[in-house]
């Protein structure tokens, strides 16, 4: 499989490592959207979060949680947003799942997403169709 994430994992391709353990690995994405922004990913490749198994997910939220706290110590940010783009229509673009952990000053210039509101009923609507599905 032809696997950017995958070939990092390897050690195929460089990457600046912020975290490894047995399931998961954490490096700097190369194209920051603030500075000391970190990728969290589980070893194994799955592409979306409908692939991993949930232990698995857990292992990569236990990281995500731990670089959060690394970010906040160490760069001296105050937070830090946590990001997944679930599939391609939803901007993802590498097709192995991962978390971004992108650090957040005051003043730092990201917006954050625009929102809408529910017409008559379709908040009761959106509820019936999701509770269906769980
Ligand atoms: P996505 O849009 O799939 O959620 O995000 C993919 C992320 O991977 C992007 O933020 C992009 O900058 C990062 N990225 C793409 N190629 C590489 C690479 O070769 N190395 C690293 N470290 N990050 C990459
Ligand atoms: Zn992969």
């Given at each position: 499989m032809d696997c950017i994430f995958c070939k990092i994992i390897k050690g195929e391709l460089p990457s600046f490592k912020v975290y490894e353990d047995r399931h998961t690995l954490a490096f700097l994405d190369i194209v920051p959207v603030n500075y000391g922004h970190t990728l969290v990913i589980p070893k194994k490749h799955y592409s979306n979060m409908e692939e991993i198994p949930e232990k698995e997910l857990k292992e990569v939220i236990v990281t995500v949680k731990m670089v959060g706290k690394a970010l906040k110590e160490g760069l001296g940010v105050e937070g830090y947003n946590v990001g997944e783009n679930n599939d391609p229509v939803a901007?993802?673009?590498?097709?192995h799942l991962h978390f971004h952990v992108i650090p957040r000053s005051a003043g730092d210039g990201l917006a954050l997403w625009p929102q809408g509101k529910y017409g008559d009923g379709e908040a009761e609507e959106a509820l019936d169709k999701i509770k269906k599905a769980i």
């Open positions: 901007g993802q673009i590498i097709a």
